[in-house]
């Protein structure tokens, strides 16, 4: 694709100007006030973009409900971040080769037995994620969906968080209610709002506006718009295929919209010191967060 090509130039020179050190990954959670509106569908679709653009992506489903990375690749991984923790598998052994030299790690429940690790295993995984750095420049952590408490606190260990909605009133009002949650406990976070499946630009945009305008008014806060997706029949019929409709139909408006919220992505999201965050500052912010709930009860 000639956008894509254009993109990988970007990105090469925004990664010529970042990489005077190592890096660490950038963690982007996906997120949504409730299930069924495209959000896997929309990680798997961005992290194709952005290994296309020439960022090594990685995607870990944290959806420990219903995990549907594997699904929509036609893919059965055998093993996921919980043989990690129980000290059967090595991190890189659990990673799964999708198209594209796409990587993705089924969560499970893993995610949650970090909560039950002694100091010492804790230092073995943290030494073993730390190594994910090396081998990824973005890791996007598919959540749960909905206003639950691990997602909540999912979301809060990340610097940066993408909220995918649909135009459906439902929709929009359990966005907010995620939103609401999340910046009561932690203004400073960078959440990024997504509208998919809206019937035209102008739809897409009314409420996108209203979302952004609404959350300044009441919550104090703004949320940056990163795209929207308007509904494509060939969404559906990848979906169907088990193939993402980025590779499957790569001229479709879905596609094209797709690339350019990499693009924006691609752009930005650097903390204030100008280090990425990186998996193990994730975890680290994870852990402090469910510890100090701990110590509070």
Known sequence: M???????????DLKEKQRVSPQNARIITVTSGKGGVGKTNFTLNCAIA????????????ADFGLSNIDVMLGMI????????????????????????????????SGIWEL??????????????????????????????????????????????A???TTPEPTSVTDAYALVKSVVTIKKDINLRLVVNRAESAHEARDVMDNFIRVAQRFLDVKLE??????????????TKKQKPFVLEYPKSHAARQVYSMAQSIAAGG???????????????QLLKLFNSKRKAL
């Open 2 to 12: 000639d956008q894509a090509e254009r993109l990988r130039q970007i990105v090469k």
């Open 50 to 61: 952005l290994n296309n653009m020439g960022y090594r992506t990685l995607i870990i489903d």
């Open 77 to 108: 991984p055998k093993y996921n971040l919980f043989h990690v923790i129980t000290h059967k598998k090595r991190i890189e052994e659990v990673i799964v080769q999708g198209p594209c030299g796409i990587k993705f790690i089924a969560g499970g």
């Open 115 to 160: 909560l039950n690790l002694s100091t010492q295993d804790m230092e073995v995984l943290m030494a073993q994620l730390e190594h994910l750095d090396e081998l990824a420049d973005i890791i996007m952590i598919d959540t749960g969906a909905g206003v639950s408490e691990k997602v909540i606190r999912m979301i809060l260990a990340a610097n940066e």
């Open 162 to 164: 993408v909220v995918i």
């Open 225 to 238: 718009p990163l795209g929207y997706i308007l509904y494509d029949d060939v969404v559906v019929r990848s």
């Open 270 to 284: 650097q903390n204030d010191d100008g280090k990425a965050q990186g998996l193990k500052g994730y975890v680290n």
